[in-house]
C-alpha cells in the first residue's frame, strides 16, 4: 500500500523508459493498488510493462461493498492478479480455499493469476515447510482445469524473509522451488513449465544469484520495486542470466 500519483507517474515512466532496453525474453509487470489502475494503464500501455492489481474478489459482482472483481481490473486492461499474498494470508485471514476460488476468477476474466505460498518462521523451525507450500498449491490446482493450470504463475514467498531484508539462500530458495515444480508436475506435463517466481527481500545484491537457480524463473519483488534504480537493476539480473 504505497503510492501516489506523482510519485507514481515519476516510477511507472522510470520504469518503463529502463525496461524497454531489456532482452532475452525477460517479461516486466508491476501490480498496483485498484485506484492507480487507470494511471498505469495511461503511462504504460505501448511500452513492454505490463501492469496488474495486488488482489481480486472471489465474487464477480452483487452487494460485496469494498470488493473489487477480477472483470473491472480486466477493464483497464490489467494482465496479472496476486492472489494469496502472506500479508492477505496473514492480516484477512485468507484460507486457501478462498485463494484458490480467487485465481479462478481471475483465470474467468483473462487476469494472470500469482498464486502465493510460503510458510512463516515458526513453520520452517518445525521443519514442515513443505507440506504447508505443497498444501497451499494443491487447494488451487484442484480447482482448475489442466489446461487452466497451465496459465498461472506460482510465487514462493517465505514470509520469514518478507520486508526483514533476510532473504533464504539461493540453495534454500531452489530447494523449495524444485519442490513446487514437482507438485507442478504432478497435475501435467505442461503445468511443470509455469514460471515459478521467488518474493522475499530480493534486491539488487542478491537477484542474479537467486535468478541462476534451475527452477527459480524470476522474481516477486517488494519494497526494492519502490525505487527504480533498484528494480532495473533486478530487471537486468534477469537478462544478464538469461545471456
Not at 4 to 20: D, H, I, K, P, Q
Not at 140 to 155: C, F, K, R
Request: charged share 15%; glycine share 10%; proline share 2%.
Amino acid at each position: 500500500m504505497h503510492g501516489r500519483l506523482a510519485e507514481n507517474g515519476a516510477l511507472l515512466t522510470e520504469v518503463a523508459a529502463g525496461a524497454s532496453a531489456l532482452q532475452n525474453g525477460v517479461r516486466v509487470g508491476v501490480c498496483v493498488p485498484f485506484p492507480y489502475l487507470s494511471q498505469s494503464q495511461a503511462l504504460l500501455s505501448g511500452s513492454v510493462v505490463a501492469w496488474g492489481v495486488q488482489d481480486v474478489s472471489a465474487y464477480t459482482q452483487g452487494a460485496y461493498t469494498g470488493e473489487v472483481a477480477a472483470e473491472m481490473a480486466a477493464d483497464f486492461g490489467a494482465t496479472y492478479a496476486i492472489v494469496g499474498h502472506s500479508e492477505r494470508r496473514a492480516y484477512h485471514r485468507e484460507s486457501s480455499d478462498l485463494v484458490a476460488v480467487k485465481a479462478r476468477r481471475a483465470l474467468e476474466f483473462g487476469l494472470t493469476p500469482i498464486v502465493c505460498v510460503g510458510e512463516t518462521l515458526e513453520q520452517r523451525n518445525t521443519g514442515v515447510t513443505e507440506q504447508v507450500v505443497g498444501t497451499q498449491l494443491e487447494a488451487a490446482l484442484l480447482v482448475l482445469t489442466e489446461e487452466q493450470a497451465t496459465n498461472i504463475v506460482v510465487a514462493y514467498e517465505p514470509v520469514w524473509a518478507i520486508g526483514t531484508g533476510k532473504s533464504a539462500s539461493a540453495a534454500e530458495a531452489q530447494h523449495v522451488h524444485a519442490f513446487l515444480r514437482a507438485k507442478l508436475a504432478e497435475k501435467g506435463a505442461a503445468v511443470a513449465g509455469v514460471p515459478l517466481l521467488y518474493g522475499g527481500s530480493v534486491k539488487p545484491e542478491n537477484a542474479q544469484e537467486l535468478f541462476a537457480q534451475q527452477d527459480i524463473d524470476g522474481g516477486l519483488i517488494g519494497g526494492a520495486s519502490l525505487k527504480s534504480k533498484d528494480f532495473l537493476a533486478i530487471c537486468q539480473a534477469a537478462q544478464d542470466v538469461s545471456n
